[in-house]
């Protein structure tokens, strides 16, 4: 059902050779480029028109308006299962204490008497958001865009979610109710490329945003690549990984589904286990048998996900060797199921979340850990972060000298000026000085 690959025995290769070694979903969002270019276009000069157009083809459906009536909105919450509306409370509570601890306060150094820089975090004015719809219902995800932004003092947020036409054209009204409790209004029936383009190019129902977060297919990842600039963005999210780092300690039932559940989500998911045990890979590989036959969507997603190119069991010579594959890996989500697994995570440095032991699953940070979810994938955990509250502010530095802090430094200010033939650079400060370099 999932492949092996063995790196015991040599040792292992470095940098991008062993990367290239590793399982990786095929992602090519360059190609995916050329297919979103004309929706893009299209709703830059038809707006909200278009939006419903791309809507009626792509997704099947035709909505009369973009934007989700309010009225929806509070019937979703009203008739959402108190179950669901309890287990969503606690997530956005725990969210919440998580991310409003990120928040940033001005901070003032004073680099010489009379010289001050202070740095203070301003949030974007407003962001768009997006939901994905489709194989499965995220309404974690409006939690964990939702509330870093809302921590973080935006004060403009938008939604936007496929249409459901099972649903009469408006997204899943689990998706609405999640908007609803956590008191967002501004929601839209958009997905796919066309929501991008919505938030970047604005339409006569939806301004313009600063920002588009949050996950989607290809399609959405290319829009954000397209039209990144115009708009800022969290990342090109591929899809969603999980690789487990683990020894002879860890119990197979408990690796065995921890990779069914990332494998559920979509068939190009990636499972990957790491480990140097031998017992453990066998152990593992008869559980997947057993748990996957017991389960859903195996055919359409699971068994795709598990049998792909992107998935694997990785033999290493020992654990040290398992935590050089796991940094190369830079998986979305990493766990680690190891004897002392505290300090063995202490030494991971590239991952875009890490679980530390048995007892800390992927699936926890989905939904109620208070961690944030939207983390990078394909490898970019060793450049980047999950969404956070840092994701919606920006640091803007704030410059204060005086007449007698400037002089002091002017001569260094020329000097170097003049060094890169800039010397207009060094003439704006002496002539406040009646063009004289002042004397030290």
């Known amino acids: 059902m999932i492949s092996r690959i063995d790196l015991r025995g040599d040792a292992l290769p470095e940098g991008g050779?062993?990367?290239?070694?590793?399982?990786?979903?095929e992602f090519d969002v360059e190609a995916a480029l050329e297919t979103v270019r004309p929706i893009c276009e299209d709703v830059r000069h038809r707006g909200s028109a278009a939006v419903i157009d791309w809507g009626e083809k792509l997704d099947g459906v035709r909505i009369e308006s973009v934007r989700v009536p309010a009225a929806a909105l509070a019937r979703a919450l009203e008739e959402l299962d108190p179950a669901v509306r309890a287990a969503l409370e606690e997530s956005v509570r725990r969210a919440r204490l998580v991310h409003r601890a990120q928040r940033r306060a001005p901070h003032t150094t004073q680099v010489v008497p009379g010289g001050t820089v202070t740095e203070k975090w301003v949030p974007v004015d407003r962001v768009g958001l997006y939901v994905p719809g489709g194989r499965a219902v995220y309404p974690?995800?409006?939690?964990?865009?939702?509330?870093?932004?809302?921590?973080?003092?935006?004060?403009?947020?938008?939604?936007?979610?496929?249409?459901?036409?099972a649903f009469g054209g408006l997204p899943h009204p689990t998706i609405l109710a999640a908007?609803?409790?956590?008191?967002?209004?501004?929601?839209?029936a958009a997905g796919g490329a066309q929501a991008v383009a919505m938030f970047a190019y604005g339409t006569e129902d939806c301004l313009p945003v600063d920002l588009v977060t949050g996950?989607?297919?290809?399609?959405?990842?290319?829009?954000?690549?397209?039209?990144?600039?115009?708009?800022?963005?969290?990342?090109?999210?591929?899809?969603?990984?999980?690789?487990?780092?683990?020894?002879?300690?860890?119990?197979?039932?408990?690796?065995?589904a921890d990779l069914i559940s990332q494998a559920e989500h979509d068939p190009m998911a990636a499972a990957v286990l790491v480990t140097d045990s031998e017992e453990l890979a066998a152990a593992t590989e008869a559980e997947l048998v057993t748990q996957v036959a017991a389960t859903k969507h195996v055919q359409e997603r699971i068994e795709p996900a598990l049998t792909g190119r992107q998935s694997a069991i990785v033999l290493v010579n020992d654990l040290e060797d398992g935590l050089t594959v796991v940094n190369a890996y830079a998986a979305e989500h990493l766990e680690i199921q190891t004897a002392d697994a505290a300090a063995v995570a202490d030494r991971v440095r590239n991952a875009g979340a890490v679980f530390v032991g048995p007892w800390s699953p992927v699936s926890l940070g989905d939904y109620c850990a208070g961690s944030n979810h939207v983390l990078p994938?394909?490898?970019?955990?060793?450049?980047?972060?999950?969404?956070?509250?840092?994701?919606?502010?920006?640091?803007?530095?704030i410059v204060?000298?005086?007449r007698d802090a400037l002089a002091e430094v002017t001569h260094h200010v020329v000097t170097l000026a003049e060094a890169e033939d800039l010397p207009a650079h060094g003439a704006a400060l002496k002539a406040r000085f009646g063009w004289k370099v002042p004397q030290q």
Request: aromatic share 4%; glycine share 10%; charged share 15%.
């Open 215 to 256: 996950p989607g297919n290809i399609y959405v990842a290319a829009a954000k690549r397209l039209l990144k600039g115009r708009i800022g963005i969290d990342a090109e999210a591929g899809p969603t990984e999980i690789a487990v780092l683990a020894d002879a300690t860890a119990d197979p039932v408990h690796v065995a």
């Open 140 to 165: 974690s995800s409006v939690v964990m865009n939702v509330v870093p932004a809302q921590e973080a003092g935006v004060p403009g947020l938008a939604v936007a979610s496929p249409p459901q036409r």
């Open 377 to 397: 994938t394909g490898g970019c955990a060793c450049h980047s972060s999950g969404l956070s509250v840092q994701s919606f502010l920006r640091g803007i530095h």
């Open 17 to 25: 050779a062993l990367r290239d070694l590793l399982p990786r979903a």
């Open 400 to 402: 204060d000298y005086t």
């Open 179 to 188: 908007c609803a409790l956590l008191g967002v209004d501004e929601v839209y």
